[in-house]
């Protein structure tokens, strides 16, 4: 079982910065592909940006060149950094993960997970 623990969201005026967290539970932890998702009110969650575990990324174009995702292997944490935050970047922000995991060599499974979401409000 994969368990995604997101943090960081919070209310920034616009021009600012927010760094958003997202830390796998389990000793074990490797995924095919993450990703930040987002969703406003009244709108279809979109995806913001995703990275494989090879390190390739693909950013929506309204973000591109102020957000950086990258992963640490250390910490088993998808990092989300905004920087230059718009109003219309206000939404609730998803972490997801999917991949396989073998704990053992006899043992694997296939996940595909959510975090709960974390608000993130910019005003103008």
């Known amino acids: 079982q994969v368990r995604l623990a997101e943090s960081g969201g919070g209310q920034v005026q616009a021009g600012g910065s927010l760094r958003l967290a997202c830390t796998a539970t389990?000793?074990?932890?490797?995924?095919?592909?993450m990703g930040w998702y987002r969703q406003a009110p009244g709108k279809q969650r979109e995806l913001v940006v995703g990275?494989?575990?090879?390190?390739?990324?693909e950013y929506v174009e309204s973000v591109k060149g102020r957000f950086t995702i990258s992963f640490s292997n250390r910490e088993k944490t998808l990092h989300l950094q905004m920087n230059s935050l718009k109003p219309e970047d206000t939404a609730v922000y998803y972490c997801?993960?999917?991949?396989?995991?073998?704990?053992?060599?006899?043992?694997?499974?296939?996940?595909?997970?959510w975090g709960q979401g974390t608000q993130v409000t910019v005003s103008s």
């Open positions: 997801h993960a999917e991949g396989t995991i073998a704990p053992t060599i006899e043992s694997q499974f296939n996940y595909d997970t």
């Open positions: 389990g000793s074990i932890f490797s995924f095919n592909t």
């Open positions: 990275i494989t575990s090879g390190g390739n990324t």
